[in-house]
DNA sequence: CAAATATTGAGCCGATTGGCTAAATGTCGT
DNA sequence: ACGACATTTAGCCAATCGGCTCAATATTTG
């Protein structure tokens, strides 16, 4: 029931959500997830309007979020998704799943 | 089924992602909902470190993204938690739900 | 009406973001 | 070893963000 770490938890939670907060990042994900789930850096890039460099730093950030993971393979980088990661945000967003459960706290 | 307005449905989805980006917004939604799913704004800003005009700048965001509404009473102004558009990311999330469906495109 | 209260608006300012181009790195084929 | 290919790193730069302080705007109360 990982209940451990909270500080951890919370700081994966920013890193997820600040990093599915730009549209390019979304697109890259659900891209990489919909071609079955691991493309080559050029692949995904191949797909953007952005420069390349700016799609890799995008990459960057996935992967600093634990959305991402790549392997070199050759000369080429295979990128591949882990959406355990969003996990975390959906957790977050069951918090509004039911009417409004109060805590034991005295109302005041 | 509100499939209609693809494009407003997107701004929407980034609206609301872009609003939970930041820790202190994502604090202030659940504190609302927490206490009941209203409060004043002197009651929200009361709980937080933050200048008053800096959280009240959030509550903004918030109002922009569709995720609070106000409404004045007296001379307080009260706020109201709408999740409702929450489900525009709970939507975008339940993509990596399953295996990756592929498309009906052939595939390269 | 004047003073107190509740809240927002205006505007400054340093930090971060996200685009770009140019250069560096690593690997493959000849 | 060399050149072509795949990708990242470095670094510039304009725009946005998110803190702040100091007004400004209602509204209630004396």
């Given at each position: 029931m990982r209940r451990r770490d909270p500080k951890g938890r919370l700081e994966a939670l920013q890193a997820v959500v600040a990093a599915l907060a730009h549209p390019a990042r979304r697109q890259i994900l659900l891209t990489v997830h919909l071609r079955g789930g691991s493309m080559t850096a050029g692949g995904i890039a191949g797909r953007?309007?952005?420069a390349w460099p700016t799609t890799t730093r995008h990459m960057r950030v996935l992967e600093a979020a634990g959305l991402l993971s790549h392997e070199r393979v050759g000369r080429t980088r295979v990128y591949r998704i882990d959406h355990s990661r969003l996990d975390h945000l959906k957790e977050w967003l069951s918090?509004?799943?039911?009417?409004p459960k109060r805590r034991a706290k005295r109302r005041r």
């Amino acid at each position: 029931m990982r209940r451990r770490d909270p500080k951890g938890r919370l700081e994966a939670l920013q890193a997820v959500v600040a990093a599915l907060a730009h549209p390019a990042r979304r697109q890259i994900l659900l891209t990489v997830h919909l071609r079955g789930g691991s493309m080559t850096a050029g692949g995904i890039a191949g797909r953007f309007a952005h420069a390349w460099p700016t799609t890799t730093r995008h990459m960057r950030v996935l992967e600093a979020a634990g959305l991402l993971s790549h392997e070199r393979v050759g000369r080429t980088r295979v990128y591949r998704i882990d959406h355990s990661r969003l996990d975390h945000l959906k957790e977050w967003l069951s918090w509004f799943d039911d009417a409004p459960k109060r805590r034991a706290k005295r109302r005041r």
